[in-house]
């Protein structure tokens, strides 16, 4: 019979990366047939990684879960208000950061982002797309910043209108959360 007090951290980090990695699995899985990362799979795994983050560092590991939740989330959910997206990206960010916590969360967010930047280059050069996205980006960021500074939005050009809403450019982003979850746990191994 496992006892609570049997449980090492070498057994906690075991268990905490699994969940991690076998979440970010089923999505990218789920992303690759369905194009999206379903609730139920994001709120089981947020709501028991914030559980876990409570109930092993007490309050003060349940705040560090939220605070790596949010800031984990953040960048997708600014995504998907400005520029589409899945919102379950965002979700599923969140809930990798309730069970990895600050340090490892960040490690995760950089190699996600590494990787997503990657694939979605990989996927615009193999479409002859290449151009067209870096203007897009940069278009993209310009009307970011143009919004916050004004609260204007740009409006914009009919084939950059028709590409976004025919998905021809998309990314199953579960993929490249799934593949920097991995980097980022090689990465922390190794360090």
């Not at 997708?76 to 965002?90: E, M, Q, R, V």
């Amino acid at each position: 019979m496992l006892v609570l007090s049997d449980i090492t951290d070498e057994k906690m980090a075991v268990f905490q990366w699994g969940v991690v990695i076998g979440a970010s699995l089923v999505a990218a899985l789920g992303d690759l047939k369905e194009k999206r990362i379903p609730n139920a799979l994001t709120f089981p795994v947020l709501i028991i990684g914030l559980i876990w983050s409570a109930w092993f560092g007490g309050l003060a590991g349940l705040a560090e879960a939220a605070g790596a939740c949010a800031l984990l989330a953040l960048p997708y959910i600014i995504l998907f208000l400005f520029f589409g997206g899945g919102a379950g990206d965002a979700k599923l960010m969140g809930a990798i950061g309730a069970w990895l916590g600050l340090r490892q969360g960040l490690t995760v967010l950089a190699c996600v982002a590494i990787v997503g930047g990657i694939l979605a280059i990989a996927k615009a050069i193999s479409q002859k797309r290449l151009k067209f996205v870096l203007t897009s980006v940069f278009v993209s960021f310009f009307g970011l910043i143009l919004y916050l500074l004004t609260h204007r939005t740009m409006k914009l050009a009919d084939e950059q209108t028709e590409i976004r809403q025919s998905g021809e450019l998309d990314v199953p982003y579960g993929v490249a959360i799934f593949a920097g979850v991995c980097a980022g746990g090689g990465v922390i191994w190794l360090t």
